[in-house]
């Protein structure tokens, strides 16, 4: 079945320490997106992409990086810039014409 | 993106309907309303999506007012499994990928026993 894949999903970083967060999706979708959530919050965007090599920041993009070398993944890099990184993270993507975005099942990530 | 306002949180009883109203009074012509839920812990869900005419598929049904300044989706019988946050979300149609999906707050939809 198509779908998105994050992993993994629990990460726990030390403080100072990048950590990267993987998504891959198998729906040929065009654009992939990462989201941040905090407890009892909505989605917040950091980083989007329409296009291979290419992205977009989204609202909270200071101390993430991505790239997108290949149409099915987009990984996110959280770095030591991040002042509050612990946080849920989700993986979208979605192309034209298709019904909404499909999200992955998430990577809950926790600075100790 | 137009703004929406749900309620942050209503209860339902198992079996019964449930109505979810969402105020989106800044609407433009060429946007949509969508609909996702999340349950605890997972990624948001995709539910519907409509311009004017009322929509139903087989996870719920999408009311829009005649002037589109509001909409209800309902959950016709509300399950346990329905439990979720429910979020509301105006956009332009989705013809190019890369158009950005803005969240609110959602309303959190506790059905039960």
């Known amino acids: 079945d198509g779908g998105i894949t994050q992993s993994p999903k629990y990460l726990f970083r030390k403080e100072g320490q990048n950590v990267t967060l993987s998504c891959e999706q198998n729906?040929?979708?065009?654009?992939m997106y990462w989201y941040r959530q905090d407890p009892g919050q909505g989605l917040r965007l950091i980083y989007y992409?329409?296009?291979?090599?290419?992205?977009q920041k989204g609202d909270i993009a200071e101390g993430y990086s991505v790239s997108r070398e290949k149409k099915e993944s987009f990984p996110l890099t959280v770095t030591s810039a991040q002042k509050n990184p612990t946080a849920f993270y989700l993986c979208?993507?979605?192309?034209?014409?298709?019904?909404?975005?499909?999200f992955g099942s998430g990577t809950r990530l926790t600075v100790v | 993106d137009a703004k929406t306002t749900q309620p942050p949180s209503m209860d339902c009883a198992e079996g019964r309907a449930a109505n979810l109203p969402c105020n989106h009074s800044?609407?433009?012509?060429?946007?949509?309303v969508y609909w996702y839920r999340q349950i605890h812990s997972q990624g948001p869900q995709y539910i519907i999506h409509?311009?004017?005419n009322n929509e139903t598929n087989e996870m719920a049904s999408l009311i829009i007012t005649e002037d589109r300044k509001s909409s209800t989706l309902i959950l016709p019988h509300a399950t346990l499994r329905d439990t979720a946050v429910y979020y509301c979300?105006?956009?332009?149609?989705?013809?190019?990928?890369?158009?950005?999906?803005?969240f609110g707050g959602g309303t959190r939809v506790l059905v039960k026993p």
């Open positions: 729906l040929n979708h065009d654009a």
């Open positions: 409509g311009l004017k």
């Open positions: 979300i105006v956009r332009v149609e989705q013809k190019a990928a890369g158009n950005k999906l803005t």
């Open positions: 979208a993507s979605t192309s034209a014409g298709a019904n909404g975005y499909t």
């Open positions: 992409s329409q296009i291979v090599n290419d992205f």
């Open positions: 800044t609407i433009s012509g060429n946007e949509y």
